[in-house]
Every structure is written in structure tokens, then in C-alpha cells.
């Protein structure tokens, strides 16, 4: 496994590779590794030759400085799960190499949709521009033929599909199933900061989830909102930002089941940290 700290680098490493037409993936992270992002390692595999795993927290996509403060870094942790994993390529750049003027702001403002200033956008303002100025670099210095993201960051991934195509970018954007603990909660690196209290709490939002996905058949769609919502509102230390039943291209509210892409979201801080996630209706 080979671990690359500057774009310079990376590019001489994997030139020759494309050259030989390899096909390479690139699965973008910013550390604090678990189950999940291995499982974007493993379908990274199984789809390209070389997989590139980066490891960079990005200062551009925080809203709220404490927040990137105390993002954890478990560096060393992070490199043996790679390794062994069978990761090919690391790439740990510092911010100086991916944003020289830094903290001069690069200019960056890309047309990302309405949706990019629903839910997430709404209490995140500036997030997603962020978001995919880091993936943009990302992808300019790997070159990657295909990407893979997790699916718990619903909209993220939406935000990075609409910048590919704002681009024109030649990348395919892979969404991955997400990964939970056995009893239910959504892996996350954020999991880290949940006292045992605030872990039992956080529970109620899968369950809410689940909740909506079994029941969606059944009962309509107030109904359903009201339901996980009162079941998350009456659980002592979690504070709903949103809990939406949206079209997963639009992230507009259904009107209807009807819609081809339904999907149930949800945001809430447990405690001192803020979780989301996230259930395909269809």
C-alpha cells in the first residue's frame, strides 16, 4: 500500500496505471474509518483495479469551526485499516497542498440545484459548495473512472452527481448501501462523541426510519410524518432539525406514492452531536 501526500505525487504513481488502462476507483473520506467506509473499499474492489482511498478533513465544508476542531483523526488507526483492508493507495494531503492560499478562500460557487438549500443546505448553509470543491480537487488529482460514496449522506451525493454533471465530468458516482450496528444505529464517524446515554438515545432515529419504511404501505403519508416524529420528539436529549418523506432526485416533499424515488430522511442532534440518516421508500 502505498501512502501519497501531494497531488504531484499521486499523479506520477498513477499515470502509468492509466496509461495501461486500469481502472481506478477512488473512495473520498476524511478519516475517523469504520465498517462502513470499508464497505466502499470492498465495492471499490470488486468494480476497478486500483482503489484510492483519501483521507482529508476538508475545512471548506465546515459551517462551525468547533465542529471541524473536534472532528477525530485517528491517523495510525485509520492507515492499518486500509492496509488491511488491501487498500492500493492512500492519499493524505495537507490542507496547504489542496488549498494553497489557505485561509484565503478559493473562489468557488457551482450551480448545484435548488436542492442544494433544502434540509442539510438549510442548516448547513455553504456545506455543499464545500463538499464538492474538496471532491472536485479530489477527482482532478485522481482521475478516477468511478467514485464511491455511502449512502447515509443521502444528499451529499446528490450535491457530488449534480457537480459531475455541472462538470461534465467522465466519473461514475456510485451510492452504497449503509452500514449499521446490530441494533440499527447508522455507522458514523460522529458515533465516536455519543456518551452511552446519547447512543441508546440516537437509536430512535433508525426507528423512526423503520418505522416509516414498514409501515409505507399502510398508512398515509401525515400519518406516517406524524408518527416519527412524535416517536423522536419524546425521546429525552434529541432535538429534530427535520424528519421528511422527499423525492430522492429533488428532495422535495412527496405529495403522493407515487413518486419514483422516495426516500425518508432525517436530521437531529443527540446530545452535543448531530446525526442524519436516511431509508429508500422504493
Request: negative net charge; hydrophobic residues 45%.
Amino acid at each position: 500500500m502505498e501512502i501519497i501526500h501531494t497531488v504531484a505525487a499521486l499523479k506520477m504513481l498513477l499515470a502509468p496505471l492509466q496509461k495501461a488502462d486500469s481502472k481506478i476507483a477512488l473512495v473520498p473520506t476524511m478519516g475517523a474509518l469504520h465498517k462502513g467506509h470499508l464497505s466502499l473499499i470492498e465495492m471499490a474492489q470488486k468494480q476497478a483495479q486500483i482503489v484510492v482511498c483519501s483521507i482529508f478533513v476538508n475545512p471548506t465544508q465546515f459551517t462551525d469551526p468547533k465542529d471541524l476542531e473536534r472532528y477525530p483523526r485517528p491517523l495510525e488507526h485509520d492507515i492499518k485499516m486500509l492496509y488491511d483492508a488491501g487498500c492500493n493507495v492512500v492519499f493524505m494531503p495537507s490542507v496547504k497542498e489542496m488549498y494553497p492560499s489557505f485561509p484565503t478562500p478559493e473562489h468557488w460557487q457551482v450551480d448545484l440545484g435548488p436542492a442544494e438549500f433544502l434540509l442539510e443546505g438549510e442548516f448547513r448553509k455553504g456545506h455543499y459548495q464545500g463538499v464538492t470543491q474538496i471532491v472536485k480537487k479530489l477527482f482532478d488529482a485522481v482521475q478516477p473512472d468511478v467514485a464511491f460514496f455511502g449512502q447515509k449522506d443521502f444528499q451529499q451525493v446528490l450535491m457530488i452527481k449534480n457537480m459531475v454533471k455541472y462538470f461534465n465530468m467522465e466519473v461514475e458516482i456510485v451510492s452504497c448501501p449503509i452500514i449499521r450496528e446490530e441494533d440499527g444505529l447508522a455507522m458514523s464517524s460522529r458515533n465516536i462523541h455519543l456518551s452511552l446515554t446519547d447512543r441508546e438515545n440516537a437509536l430512535v432515529l433508525s426507528k423512526a426510519l423503520t418505522y416509516v419504511a414498514t409501515h409505507f404501505d399502510q398508512e398515509n403519508l401525515p400519518t406516517l410524518l406524524a408518527k416519527a416524529k412524535t416517536m423522536i420528539n419524546e425521546t429525552p436529549g434529541v432535538v429534530l432539525d427535520y424528519f421528511t418523506i422527499a423525492d430522492g432526485e429533488t428532495l422535495l416533499p412527496i405529495e403522493n406514492k407515487n413518486a419514483a424515488h422516495p426516500v425518508a430522511l432525517v436530521a437531529a442532534k443527540v446530545g452535543e452531536t448531530r446525526l442524519i440518516d436516511n431509508v429508500l421508500l422504493s
